[in-house]
């Protein structure tokens, strides 16, 4: 399988990563996937595997396997460090499109609430309220969103996540009572799925990141084709 890349210099790539990839091999689960992004990614790039450790080598951050779009990968010991560090200070812009379930009151909102594992479920993470006891494993976490279009039983938002926390906008919006459409893990007993979806509608759309070089540097992903179809269906459906 190709992966796209949408953007490449010396230091580093931004690849549009399709769903039903898992983006490197976990060392803590028992399934061997060989076909992890970066292993696919070495293959033309064999150097990856020169940069940081095993098993996620130059992988700066991550995105679930249902979850498309950008993701950043450094080329070099020394690009892997300077993007860590500015991920880690909260310097790298990335919105994300999602469609949720039920119509959100408002236009704009902000969820500011810590995220740790859950302690019912070791596969999920749990959001607390601010009169919740929170686990040491509780983190700060805080997700804006904008309302892009609504309908009748759904909402289309664009997310911006201040903090990179494990499931972080899929757990957020289920804590808000509005789960991504599609979200096997995440969705409440009675979520409703659009007819054809078959995986969480959420997609990496926007990344900001500076460069080694001082200047900024912009990369967007369109919908994928099988999101696009969904929502294309409601829009015709609303009308």
């Known amino acids: 399988m190709e992966i796209p890349v949408l953007y490449e210099d010396e230091d580093m790539l931004v690849v549009d990563k399709p769903a039903e990839i898992v983006v490197f091999q976990e060392t803590n689960t028992k399934k061997q996937d060989t076909n992890?992004?970066?292993?696919?990614?070495?293959?033309?790039?064999?150097e990856l595997k020169t940069v940081g450790e095993a098993p996620r080598y130059g992988v700066v951050h991550r995105l679930d396997k249902d979850t498309s779009g950008l993701l950043?990968?450094?080329?070099?010991?020394?690009?892997l460090i300077f993007f860590q560090k500015q991920f880690k200070n909260r310097g790298v812009g990335k919105k994300y499109l999602a469609l949720v379930t039920g119509a959100m009151k408002e236009d704009t909102g902000v969820i500011d609430a810590r995220i740790g594992r859950s302690p019912m479920d070791p596969r999920k993470q749990k959001a607390y309220s601010p009169t919740e006891t929170t686990p040491p494993s509780a983190r700060d976490a805080v997700t804006e969103y904008n309302v892009l279009e609504r309908f009748k039983q759904y909402t289309f938002l664009e997310v911006r996540i201040k903090t990179g926390r494990k499931h972080q906008i899929?757990?957020?919006?289920?804590?808000?009572h509005h789960p991504v459409a599609g979200d096997k893990t995440y969705r409440f007993k009675d979520s409703l799925t659009p007819k054809g979806l078959e995986r969480q509608f959420l997609h990496a759309h926007y990344l900001e990141i500076q460069l080694p070089s001082g200047q900024s540097k912009e990369v967007r992903s369109g919908l994928p084709e099988d999101l696009q179809t969904i929502l294309t269906n409601l829009q015709q459906d609303a009308n």
Not at 36 to 46: A, C, F, G, V
Request: glycine share 0%; net charge neutral.
């Open 36 to 46: 992890t992004l970066i292993e696919l990614l070495s293959e033309k790039y064999p």
């Open 72 to 79: 950043l990968v450094a080329k070099t010991p020394e690009a």
């Open 170 to 176: 899929r757990c957020h919006l289920a804590y808000i």
